[in-house]
């Protein structure tokens, strides 16, 4: 019992309630291109596979990596004197999605639907760019003698994040079941939201990771390389220099501390481990209002219940991971939050039955909690604190880009399928397998790497 209390006054961290309010900035972006979006297209006649399709916006999430290098580096003007440089970037991104917003009210959707991709595009960029100063921050948090915090810091972002995608985006789709309230209307709540999630970021404290020395140390080296190099003139060497620095010594790094068979397995295992999940996320909302259920529904029993099972158990599974391991909470979470889709292929069998809804609403939102918790742990314990954005953003990326590319095509399955639903969960059940064989692979390996934290 002692222990208990002890773990739960681990809770008790300022920068632990600063993850939980960057979490919730970072999760309702989801809504506005995800379920708020999909709901919109549906009630406007669009075909599953057309709102399938538009899900490649969230393409952005799997490439971020590409430009995480410019966030850690480049100071924005007057935003970094006031903010740092890791606000400062979740400032700005949250005035572009807000913007967005705003525009995505002005569209005919039926006549102007490149516009509205186009835009959704913009929120899917600047959201992606948002999460990266965002996770580099949580991880820039904790010290390298502070491991116990990691899934602590996984449990609190993975609330925030449901309480921002849940509790926030069940307000679009009960506005949008009101006769009062068109879908562009919606969105200009939508643009006020994100408004409002602006002033947690002026709260929250810029952690000193003392980056900036340790790249200038990495830049001195490579100069003292190069230093009897004639041949490149001297602001040509200084270019590459910052180059190399910024987006070559991440990767290198992170495949010198791991050596490249290992590296190689993890990143296969990030891209893997949650794709059945994201497969039925993507057509979730469509397969509900299929059924029978009401935006109104969908809202109270998917996101509001959703969202405190979630933010309940991801909590819990932050401390029971600390407690119990990383690698084992992978296992556990893995194939419990995969079994949980067979409940939506019952409910497909059965039909829109309330009750079966909510529990496979509860079962699912437990499940996956613990699972996102597991995997955030995971790959942020993979971070070097001298590249947290840019390493977090890869690993991040990778997990996303499966889900993304196939997820895109969920609609397609589902009309291959003549949609049978419960079929359509079941194969999603079955995607977890590959992942589970490819850690029982690298258990070993991954334990070493939380017991030399």
């Given at each position: 019992?002692?222990a208990?209390?002890?773990r739960l006054q681990q809770y008790?961290?300022?920068?632990?309630f600063?993850v939980f309010?960057?979490?919730?900035s970072?999760?309702f972006?989801?809504v506005i291109?995800g379920?708020a979006?999909?709901?919109w297209?549906?009630?406007e006649?669009?075909?599953?596979s057309?709102?399938?399709y538009?899900g490649?916006v969230f393409?952005?999430?799997?490439i971020n990596?590409?430009?995480?290098?410019?966030i850690?580096?480049i100071k924005l003007?007057?935003?970094?004197h006031w903010?740092?440089q890791?606000r400062?970037?979740?400032?700005?991104?949250?005035?572009l999605?807000?913007s967005?917003c705003?525009a995505?009210a002005?569209?005919?959707?039926?006549?102007q639907?490149?516009?509205l991709?186009?835009?959704?595009?913009?929120?899917?960029f600047a959201?992606?760019?948002q999460?990266?100063?965002?996770?580099?921050l949580?991880i820039?948090?904790f010290?390298?003698?502070?491991?116990?915090?990691?899934?602590?810091?996984a449990?609190?972002?993975?609330s925030?994040?449901w309480t921002?995608?849940?509790?926030?985006?069940?307000?679009?789709?009960?506005l949008?079941?009101?006769?009062?309230w068109?879908?562009s209307q919606v969105?200009?709540?939508?643009?006020l939201i994100m408004?409002?999630?602006?002033l947690?970021v002026?709260w929250?404290?810029?952690p000193n990771?003392?980056?900036?020395?340790k790249l200038k140390?990495l830049e001195?080296?490579?100069?003292?390389?190069?230093k009897?190099n004639t041949q490149l003139?001297l602001?040509?060497?200084?270019?590459?220099?910052?180059?190399l620095?910024t987006?070559?010594e991440?990767?290198k790094?992170?495949?010198?501390?791991?050596g490249?068979?290992?590296?190689?397995?993890?990143l296969?295992?990030?891209?893997?481990f949650?794709?059945g999940e994201?497969i039925?996320g993507r057509?979730?909302?469509?397969?509900?209002?299929?059924?029978?259920f009401s935006?109104t529904?969908?809202?109270?029993?998917?996101k509001?219940?959703t969202?405190?099972?979630?933010?309940l158990?991801s909590?819990?599974?932050g401390?029971?991971?600390?407690?119990?391991?990383?690698?084992?909470?992978?296992?556990?979470?893995?194939?419990?939050?995969?079994?949980?889709n067979?409940?939506f292929?019952?409910l497909?069998?059965?039909?829109p039955?309330?009750?079966?809804?909510?529990?496979a609403?509860?079962v699912?939102?437990?499940?996956a909690?613990w699972?996102?918790v597991?995997f955030?742990?995971?790959?942020?314990l993979?971070?070097s604190?001298?590249?947290?954005a840019?390493?977090y953003a890869?690993l991040a990326?990778l997990?996303t880009?499966?889900?993304t590319?196939?997820?895109?095509?969920?609609?397609?399955l589902?009309?291959?399928l003549d949609?049978?639903?419960s079929?359509f969960f079941?194969?999603?059940t079955?995607?977890i397998?590959?992942?589970l064989?490819?850690l029982?692979?690298?258990?070993?390996s991954i334990?070493?790497l939380e017991?030399?934290?």
């Open positions: 019992m002692s208990f209390f002890s008790n961290d300022r920068r632990l600063s309010l960057l979490g919730i970072s999760g972006p989801w291109i379920s979006l999909s709901a297209l549906k009630d006649g669009f075909s599953r057309e709102i399938g538009l490649a393409l952005a999430y799997s990596f590409f430009w995480a290098p410019l850690d580096r003007p007057i935003l970094y903010f740092g890791r400062s970037w979740i400032l700005f991104c949250q005035t999605i807000a967005s705003l995505m002005f569209i005919d959707i039926q006549s639907i490149l516009y991709a186009l835009a959704a595009l913009v929120v899917s959201s992606a760019s999460d990266i100063a965002i996770d580099a949580r820039d948090f010290k390298q003698n502070e491991a116990e915090k990691i899934p602590l810091a449990g609190m972002a993975t925030g994040w921002g995608y849940a509790a926030l985006g069940s307000i679009p789709l009960i949008s079941d009101s006769a009062v068109s879908w969105y200009f709540v939508i643009a408004i409002l999630l602006t947690p002026i929250v404290n810029e990771a003392q980056r900036s020395e140390a001195l080296k490579y100069q003292d390389k190069w009897h003139p602001k040509v060497r200084q270019m590459l220099i910052w180059f620095v987006s070559v991440p990767i790094e992170f495949f010198d501390r791991n490249i068979k290992l590296a190689l397995s993890i296969c295992f990030v891209l893997i949650k794709l994201a039925l057509m979730s909302i469509v397969f509900y209002k299929e059924i029978g935006n529904d969908i809202a109270l029993y998917s509001m219940i969202w405190w099972v979630t933010v158990f909590l819990v599974g401390w029971i991971t600390a407690k119990h391991g990383i690698v084992k909470g992978l296992f556990i979470a893995g194939i419990a939050m995969s079994s949980s067979l409940l292929a019952w497909a069998h059965v039909g039955q309330t009750d079966l809804f909510i529990f609403v509860i699912d939102g437990f499940t909690a699972g996102t597991a955030v742990s995971f790959i942020s993979l971070c604190h001298t590249f947290s840019t390493q890869l990326s997990g880009m499966g889900r590319l196939i997820g895109s095509f969920s609609g397609v589902v009309d291959y949609g049978n639903w079929l079941m194969l999603t079955l995607m397998i590959p992942a064989l490819l029982w692979k690298i258990k070993t334990k070493g017991e030399t934290q």
